[in-house]
């Protein structure tokens, strides 16, 4: 079984369009995130949710809007695409460990979006 | 915030050790990750430290000291499959405990 997963693995599509990410965890994780990794490979948060609360929200356009309907899932949506959106996005989910923070990420598939 | 360092590419040979180093500059600390990525695929986890000094896993060792704000990943008896890029990524200690990820190491391993 996959423990993060995320759908579409590829999507194109043109400018001005709205578009979604789906991702799910079965980790029985609290906590998710949203990452977007560009063309030069920096991975940077977009969004953190614990259990359905959005957490962190970095600066991003509001554009994109997380959506969380149970703490297994955070789906991800794009309004009016640009070209500058074109990037690998990573959906990925981690638990609290008894020091008090996050043990590692574990990281969906990606998905590569281009903006045409 | 957040600021991390780590060569951006480095070739070794076949059965060789490496090092990648990685520096940080921080506002909070709360444990360092290492994680491999190979193109086209995910990040996975390789290994965590948050107290200084040395945690061993197989072939791969990583090494923090927190003072320096440095550490190190190392990789023995190299083999092809480890071409691929290493990320090192720093937790910080506010609300989310987020990770904060260097740019990456591209590692080359040759024959």
Redesign the interface.
């Known amino acids: 079984d996959t423990a993060v997963s995320q759908t579409p693995k590829y999507l194109v599509t043109q400018m001005g369009n709205d578009k979604s990410i789906k991702c799910e965890q079965n980790l029985g994780h609290d906590?998710m995130?949203w990452y977007k990794q560009d063309s030069?490979?920096?991975?940077?948060?977009m969004f953190?949710y614990?259990n359905k609360e959005l957490?962190?929200n970095e600066t991003v356009p509001n554009r994109f809007s997380p959506k969380s309907p149970d703490k297994a899932h955070l789906n991800l949506h794009i309004n009016s695409l640009e070209l500058g959106d074109s990037a690998v996005y990573?959906c990925a989910s981690s638990q609290y460990d008894g020091?008090g923070?996050?043990?590692?990420?574990?990281?969906?598939?990606?998905t590569r979006l281009t903006v045409v | 915030g957040q600021n991390i360092d780590q060569p951006t590419e480095m070739t070794a040979t076949e059965g060789a050790i490496v090092q990648i180093n990685c520096t940080y500059q921080t506002s909070g600390f709360?444990?360092l990750?290492w994680y491999q990525q190979h193109a086209g695929?995910?990040?996975?986890?390789l290994s965590?430290n948050?107290l200084d000094g040395l945690e061993e896993k197989g072939r791969f060792s990583s090494f923090l000291s927190r003072s320096k704000g440095y550490s190190y990943l190392l990789l023995k008896e190299l083999q092809m499959k480890d071409s691929a890029?290493y990320?090192c990524?720093v937790?910080g200690?506010n609300?989310?405990?987020?990770?904060?990820?260097g740019?990456?190491t591209?590692l080359m391993v040759k024959p």
């Open positions: 906590t995130y030069k490979k920096f991975l940077k948060i953190s614990n957490i962190i990573f020091t923070g996050l043990a590692e990420a574990f990281f969906g598939q990606g | 709360n444990g990750f695929e995910a990040p996975t986890f965590y948050v890029s990320l990524a937790r200690d609300a989310g405990n987020m990770l904060t990820f740019g990456g591209r």
